[in-house]
């Protein structure tokens, strides 16, 4: 039999107004299963949420299996070119059907008792079917997979939501897609490509957890004072072997982490009303820096002036923003050619994904340079990415277990502006926390 | 590739991989370094028969100077990280050898347990060490440790393989 037709569990404005206001959030946000069960009702259904990007699937057939939400989904790209994701679980007694990380397919066969369902979802083969009774039919659409009923791309970069009614994807992402532009335009044939494989870090704390901290601007020069001070500290630390492609890259990282009041008040932030922020660059040093000046650099830059012409490509690269969030799931930094993707798995435990991407018409080496930002900053093993993951533990088990009822985010408040439809902030604002708890007020109200 | 068959050889190489697992899981890091040559590097690769350094992410791929920042991060009161420091066992077996242009070339197993905030972990693998003989014994040109978890889900890594 099927699954009943979902009615979404309510939460009224005046419930969801005890949980977080203006410049605060209710810990039992972060530690309430039922408050977790209801995020992924009202916002990882409903909301626009980044599943994957278009060359992680180019051909017919090709798909991946990732996630939306607690979810599992199949980003599967169609015969006409057009994508689709479908939930991973057969309709017959919902058994995953594939357990795989992803390949090309003509269609899904179930493993327990190989009902088979075409790339669209629908149902196309069922074993004695004879035996079953009259009222079963193979056309009813209740026995497809079930298709997000939005499936969207920015540039490549897809979002699906599982309602139909909301947002066009283009209004929910507003001014991110700067951040996805300057991404392609740094590639002189302006065209991307996932590669180099990826990583998926755990931790044991709330999903929100991971954007509150990324646009937190006072966090580096506490949570990595350690890498800070060995990085200052230790002679040499500047990679001698080509095949690192490092050449002081990673020490130039750590170091940067060390911001006193004076450089983080420099740090432009900008928070948007989808829940959406962005801070501006502060790694001053390394390969893809923007003051980097080498023969690989300046082969990549005559390429790009080929493309875009001098002026053009000076804006492009001149860019220098490091984390632009995009509320809830993504984080995407230009600059350096990469993307984190947030995957809530429990109330107390989160995944992180992490990609870098092959700017196509650019040197090698420039590909190599993301795949080393990537392996420093978001490796399970970084020095500077496991120190904010224990910090995220640690908050979630104070949160567990002490007496605060709110986390406070008032910091920067005062001096926040106000700039078209967004806020701007040149103090170390809690500006982005604000950002995101208001979407979160929104999407979580289900009249909305 | 010859095997190196001979008993000795298969001790004396027990020998010196424990006493790299045992500086480990004693903490004595700059000791553990010394093992190091100038020009040596260590590998965990992300994926299972990776070849390519450049163009794959790794979990770790670092050279002297970089592993000096890793250990001297790691001795930092306010490593976060490694507050409470995790308490470990690398237990390594399965020993065989052979040579390899003019490097002793040895292959073992890795079980790594930890323990730390009453949280116990594990992380395992096939480990390949290059190693050069020295006057005091062997010198580590190349460490290349391929976890079998490689390519799934990881919690925080910070004590080296
Ligand atoms: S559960 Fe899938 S075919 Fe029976
Ligand atoms: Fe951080």
Redesign the interface.
């Known amino acids: 039999m099927r699954k009943q037709i979902y009615t979404a569990p309510m939460s009224t404005t005046d419930e969801i107004d005890k949980l977080s206001g203006e410049d605060w959030m209710a810990a039992k946000a972060y530690t309430d299963p039922d408050i977790f069960k209801l995020e992924m009702e009202q916002i990882f259904r409903r909301a626009w949420i980044f599943i994957g990007h278009d060359s992680q699937v180019p051909n017919a057939g090709d798909f991946i299996r990732t996630r939306m939400g607690v979810d599992e989904i199949l980003l599967v790209r169609q015969l006409d070119g057009s994508l689709r994701v479908l939930a991973n679980n057969c309709t017959h007694r919902g058994t995953r059907l594939c357990a795989i990380a992803g390949g090309n397919t003509k269609s899904f066969v179930c493993p327990y008792h190989a009902w088979g369902f075409a790339l669209d979802g629908v149902l196309t083969a069922v074993p004695d079917i004879g035996s079953y009774p009259g009222t079963f039919d193979i056309k009813d659409r209740s026995l497809h997979l079930t298709s997000a009923a939005r499936v969207g791309s920015y540039r490549g970069f897809v979002f699906a939501s599982k309602v139909a009614a909301g947002p066009s994807l283009s209004d929910f992402l507003g001014r991110m897609t700067e951040a996805i532009d300057n991404l392609i335009d740094r590639a002189p044939d302006g065209k991307i490509e996932i ?10 704390g709330n999903w929100k957890l991971h954007h509150e901290n990324a646009n937190d601007t006072v966090h580096p020069g506490y ?1 990595h ?3 800070v ?3 200052r ?2 002679e ?6 080509d ?4 050449r002081g890259q ?2 130039g990282m ?1 170091a940067s982490n060390g911001l006193t009041s004076k450089d983080w008040n420099a740090i432009e932030l900008n928070g948007f009303p989808q829940g959406h922020s962005f801070m501006g660059g502060f790694y001053k040093s390394g390969l893809l820096a923007p003051q980097q000046s080498d023969p690989v650099t300046e082969t990549y830059r005559e390429a790009l002036e080929n493309t875009h012409g001098k002026e053009k490509t000076a804006k492009i690269l001149g860019m220098d923003r490091f984390n632009n969030l995009v509320w809830p799931n993504l984080n995407v930094n230009a600059q350096f050619h990469q993307i984190r993707v947030v995957h809530p798995i429990a109330v107390n435990e989160t ?1 992180i994904e992490g990609y ?1 991407f092959r700017l196509k018409g650019a040197p ?1 080496e420039i ?2 340079r993301a ?2 930002f ?2 420093t900053l978001v ?3 970084s ?1 500077i ?3 904010d ?3 995220f533990g ?1 908050v979630q088990v104070g949160l567990e277990s002490g007496s605060l009822e709110r986390l406070d985010n008032r910091r920067g408040v005062a001096t926040d502006q106000k700039t078209g439809d967004g806020l701007q902030s040149t103090t170390s604002s809690e500006l982005p926390l604000r950002t995101q708890a208001k979407a979160w007020r929104k999407w979580m109200d289900s009249k909305v | 590739m010859d095997g190196l068959k001979g008993m000795s050889v298969i001790e004396d190489l027990t020998c010196f991989l424990a006493h790299e697992a045992d500086l480990l899981d004693q903490g004595k890091f700059d000791a553990w370094l010394e093992l190091y040559e100038e020009d040596a590097i260590y590998w965990v690769p992300s994926s299972a028969e990776q070849t390519d350094m450049k163009g794959q992410v790794s979990i770790m791929l670092e050279d002297l100077p970089l592993l000096k920042l890793r250990v001297r991060r790691l001795s930092h009161p306010r490593a976060h990280a490694v507050t409470p420091k995790p308490a470990t066992i690398h237990l390594i077996g399965n020993v065989t050898a052979s040579e390899q242009d003019g490097l002793v070339v040895a292959n073992s197993k890795l079980i790594m347990t930890q323990v730390r905030d009453n949280l116990e972990t594990s992380l395992s693998g096939a480990v390949t060490h290059h190693l050069r003989r020295s006057v005091d014994g062997f010198k580590i040109k190349l460490k290349r440790v391929d976890l079998i978890q490689a390519g799934g889900v990881f919690s925080a890594i910070s004590i080296p393989l």
């Open positions: 590669e180099g494989g990826h990583f998926s870090v755990r931790y044991p949570v004072e350690s890498s001070t060995s990085a500290k230790t040499g630390g500047v990679t001698r072997q095949e690192l492609v490092d990673t020490k750590m995944i870098c090698d590909f190599h795949v080393r990537l392996g490796s399970p093993a020095m990415f496991s120190d993951l224990e910090i640690r």
